[in-house]
Structures are given as structure tokens and as C-alpha cells.
């Protein structure tokens, strides 16, 4: 047998991945680390009308061009096709992708072990994608595994109907971030000094940025750093212009990975303002949490309360409540003894919760025969 032949070959099904940014992609990312081993042969299938199919750290990428969206799907005979071509050992479904689920009928891929990550229900589209119910629950029933992030998803979505064969891990993520100090410095040299509060994400409607800008009408002696791009950019852009807050809020754009960890360590608080279930865990949560920055996020009934859970390693406000956002602020930044004790809390339990050395064996569990 050639080398190949002896390796255990795993197969990713996702609408995106690698390098598109998000919180499945980064998790795929992160996955393929964790379990990285000689004897894994890992393989990507997913679709991108502007990256080329490409080998990186290891990984084969076979992205798909597609026709068009429908409904957050991308339609694509392509993927159809490569999807009818995968012989493979484990296959793993990212959901929601509801025409891979259509697909995997279809092209009837071969494999040996088939896991579903449920990364969140179908959020928006439930009325359109009411026709597809049933084949949807047919194909988790054809899993073997059903991977859940969070209690709370095993709890509160359509994998409850599933709990027999469901498995809570949590996302997880290298606990030795580092930071280069002099641009940490320089970030808060360029803000006067004044207490950060750092946000970051696309801007798109559930994540709530709007009531976190805002917010910043109430609160004194303090900036609000926004990162991310998205189709509501120019909205927040024409708000703070119309509304004089041009001195209290900055929108970074998308900022370079090397560079995140310098913004979480200039920053005071970090902020997660999501706004519907859609908002299923934010490992953006934990990044700052390694930081030793305390959070203020939205009661979801998500995972995002099991990142960082209230008055213990930050403070949970209602969603879409401008003023309960506002307060929260000011209260941590009127409160040094406090901001920091959640702090220090936050990155105990990013370490002890979410480490990737601590879920390691759990995730190369998953990833055997």
C-alpha cells in the first residue's frame, strides 16, 4: 500500500471556506489544526467565485464556482459534480447548507463515517425553506454524529430531536495569542488615551451593530472601534456622520489577522451586540477573553451565553436595547475593579473551557473510523 492509501482521508463539506472569514471558516481552520496528524489526509469542498482550488497548510481546497445565490445558498453545478467525485473516509457537513444537503442525495458521495456540524438552525429563510423539511431531517438521520458547539444548541434547536447521536464540544482556540507591544501603544497613543471598546464583525443586520453605535451617544470619554465590512457599512458610516459621532466611533474596515490581537489587548471592553440566534457561539468572544477583556454581549439563548456567561466574566444585556448597552458600558468603564476582575475571570475560563490543547483528543476522536 502507498502512503496515501494508509491514511484515514477526511472530507469538508462547506458553502465557504479558507481564506473567506467567518466564524464556520475559522472553525474548519481550526479543526484541521487541531487534529493534524501524519497518518490524515484533509481535504476541502466548498465554492468561491474568486479564489482557484489550492493546497495551504497541508489542506487541498476544491472551491466551486456557482451560479448564483438563493436564500443563503450558493447553487452550483460544479460542487454537484466534485460532491459525485468524493470517495472519502469521513465526511463532514457544515450546516446550514441546505443544497449540500439536496446534493448529498443527489451525487451520493462514498464515504464511511458521516458527521454533521450543526453550526446553527435555518435563520431568516424558514417559510422558503419549509418544502425542504423533510429531506433536511432524513439527512441528519443519515449521520452518524451530530457535533453541537454548545449546551444551549443541544437544548434549543431542531438537533433536541437528535440527542441520541449528538456530541457537545465546543469551538475552540489557541490560548497563546501574542501581540506586538509597540502597535498596542501606538492603537492607544492614536485614541488619546481614552478607554477602547472594541467590536468586530460583518455588518450585517443580526449582528446589531447599529444599537452599539448608537449606545455611544451615552457614553463619556471613551471610543468605539468597529471592525469588519459588510452591505450596511455605508448605513453606519451616514449615522455617525448625521448624528456628530465622528469623534467617538471609528470604523476600522477589515482588519488584518496579524493585527487582531494588538486591537483585543489595546482595547478596555469588547462588545458583541448580535441581535437574533443567528449568533450561535462568536469565537470572537474568546479571542478578547484571552485577553483578559471583559464582554458585553446580548441574551441569545445561544451558545454566546456559554462563551461568557453574565457577571462572571462580563455583563448580559437584552438585544436591540441601545440604552441597556450604553449602561453596561459605562458601568465598566466607571468601574476599574470590577472591568478587571471580569477580565482576569474571562481568560481563566477561555483556558479552562476552550483551550485546544484540553478539547484536542476530542476533536481527533471524531476524526477516526
Aim: net charge positive; glycine share 4%; proline share 2%.
Amino acid at each position: 500500500m502507498t502512503d496515501i492509501e494508509n491514511k484515514i482521508k477526511i472530507t469538508h463539506i462547506s458553502r465557504y471556506a479558507y481564506p473567506k472569514s467567518g466564524g464556520i471558516e475559522s472553525f474548519i481552520n481550526m479543526f484541521n489544526t487541531c487534529i493534524k496528524a501524519d497518518n490524515l489526509n484533509i481535504e476541502v469542498l466548498c465554492c468561491s467565485n474568486s479564489e482557484k482550488s489550492s493546497v495551504a497548510n497541508g489542506v487541498k481546497y476544491t472551491r466551486c464556482k456557482y451560479l448564483f445565490e438563493f436564500a443563503s445558498n450558493n447553487i452550483s453545478t460544479q460542487f454537484l459534480y466534485e460532491l459525485h467525485k468524493v470517495n472519502t473516509d469521513i465526511i463532514i457537513y457544515h450546516m446550514p447548507f441546505i443544497f449540500a444537503v439536496i446534493s448529498h442525495f443527489i451525487a451520493r458521495p462514498k464515504y464511511k463515517k458521516m458527521i454533521v456540524c450543526y453550526h446553527s438552525d435555518i435563520i431568516g429563510y424558514d417559510r422558503i425553506m419549509k418544502p425542504f423539511w423533510k429531506i433536511y431531517n432524513l439527512f441528519l438521520k443519515k449521520s452518524d454524529i451530530i457535533h453541537v458547539q454548545s449546551p444551549q444548541m443541544l437544548e434549543n434547536s431542531l438537533i433536541k430531536n437528535f440527542k441520541h447521536k449528538s456530541i457537545m464540544i465546543p469551538y475552540l482556540t489557541d490560548t497563546n495569542c501574542t501581540y506586538n507591544s509597540d502597535n498596542v501603544l501606538k492603537i492607544r497613543n492614536k485614541y488619546q488615551n481614552k478607554k477602547i471598546i472594541f467590536s468586530l464583525g460583518r455588518h450585517v443586520k443580526y449582528k446589531g451593530f447599529i444599537h452599539l453605535i448608537k449606545a455611544m451617544k451615552q457614553v463619556e470619554d471613551a471610543v468605539l472601534l468597529l471592525g469588519g465590512i459588510g452591505y450596511l457599512s455605508n448605513d453606519f458610516k451616514k449615522y455617525i456622520e448625521e448624528n456628530q459621532l465622528n469623534d467617538k466611533v471609528f470604523m476600522l474596515g477589515n482588519i488584518p489577522e496579524e493585527k487582531l490581537n494588538d486591537y483585543y489587548e489595546a482595547c478596555d471592553i469588547f462588545v458583541l451586540s448580535s441581535v437574533t440566534c443567528a449568533e450561535t457561539f462568536a469565537v470572537v468572544q474568546l479571542e478578547a477573553m484571552l485577553h483578559s477583556k471583559p464582554i458585553i454581549n446580548t441574551n441569545l439563548g445561544t451558545g454566546v451565553n456559554y462563551v461568557s456567561i453574565d457577571e462572571e466574566t462580563g455583563l448580559t444585556v437584552e438585544a436591540k436595547n441601545s440604552e441597556e448597552l450604553a449602561k453596561a458600558i459605562n458601568k465598566l468603564l466607571n468601574d476599574d475593579i470590577l472591568r478587571k476582575n471580569l477580565g482576569n475571570n474571562a481568560r481563566i475560563r477561555a483556558k479552562n473551557f476552550f483551550d485546544i490543547e484540553k478539547l484536542k483528543n476530542k476533536y481527533m476522536a471524531l476524526a477516526q473510523i
